[in-house]
């Protein structure tokens, strides 16, 4: 089985807003038609980060959806972004009320399912996921960081600290969606996570504590899982961990300018 992955596709830096609606469907369809690859399958994988604006999100999965049987998506950081202070009223300074909202909106589209500590079967292969979030455990584990100095470079670096309504604990927020994946990890031939349990050795650097979580226990103690999708990173990556293959494809704000990264197909 063949499937399609993509994240972070940050649709508002992609797509401005114009007074014609109109206008903005015939951008989103001309951008969505850039990203789909020649021999596209059936599923696509979205890994998190849509965008800023719950209408214009909404409007590129309708679009991609013609595309597509499945889409599978997992929420991202910015999924719960209040970047203005209409937002932040609209929403009651609540970021979970947005991504709830988004939530609700994607899936009365038939065929696109968000996994939030769940899981689906497609064609005999199960899917499983969460959004994630880090841990800040590799400043921890190898710089000697406290959470008091982990904290500090976060909302010194992480738009995060910032964005997020009310403003997340790293620990309670990790803990909270470390539970959801327990609950389903070792039931799923394949995990969808944003925030990855690992990335290669020549990214990792003090700030990378928020770009990945010590993702140890779930893939020591896992013998099903042959793949894990992630976003995030901004980066590309396709790399093994043992016998298990983690793949990232970001869209993210452009490489060399406005080119973009195509939607990628990989073997299940």
Known sequence: MNIDIISDIHIDTWIKYKPNLHLIKQDIEDFVRKLIPTNKSNTLIIAGDLGHSNDLNLLFLVKIKKYYDNILIVAGNHDKYLVTSDIEK?????????LYEMMGMAEEIDGIKYLDGTAITIDGITFGGSGMWYD????????????????????????????????????????????????????????????????????????????????????????????????????????????????????GYGINGNEIRIIKTVNV
């Open 90 to 98: 609209k929403y009651k300074y609540n970021s979970d009320i947005r």
């Open 136 to 251: 800040g455990y590799y400043g921890v584990k190898n710089y000697g960081y406290d959470m008091n100095m982990i904290n500090q470079i976060w909302e010194k670096t992480i738009n995060d600290a910032h964005y997020i309504k009310p403003r997340p604990d790293i620990i309670k927020t990790y803990e909270i969606e470390r539970k959801k994946l327990l609950s389903i990890y070792q039931d799923c031939d394949l995990i969808i996570t944003h925030v990855a349990p690992d990335i290669p050795d020549e990214f990792k650097n003090p700030v990378s504590s928020f770009f990945h979580f010590d993702g140890e226990e779930f893939i020591k103690n896992n013998n099903r899982t042959k793949l894990w999708i992630f976003g995030h990173t901004h980066h590309s990556h396709d790399f093994m961990v043992g016998n298990m293959r983690f793949v990232c494809n970001p869209l």
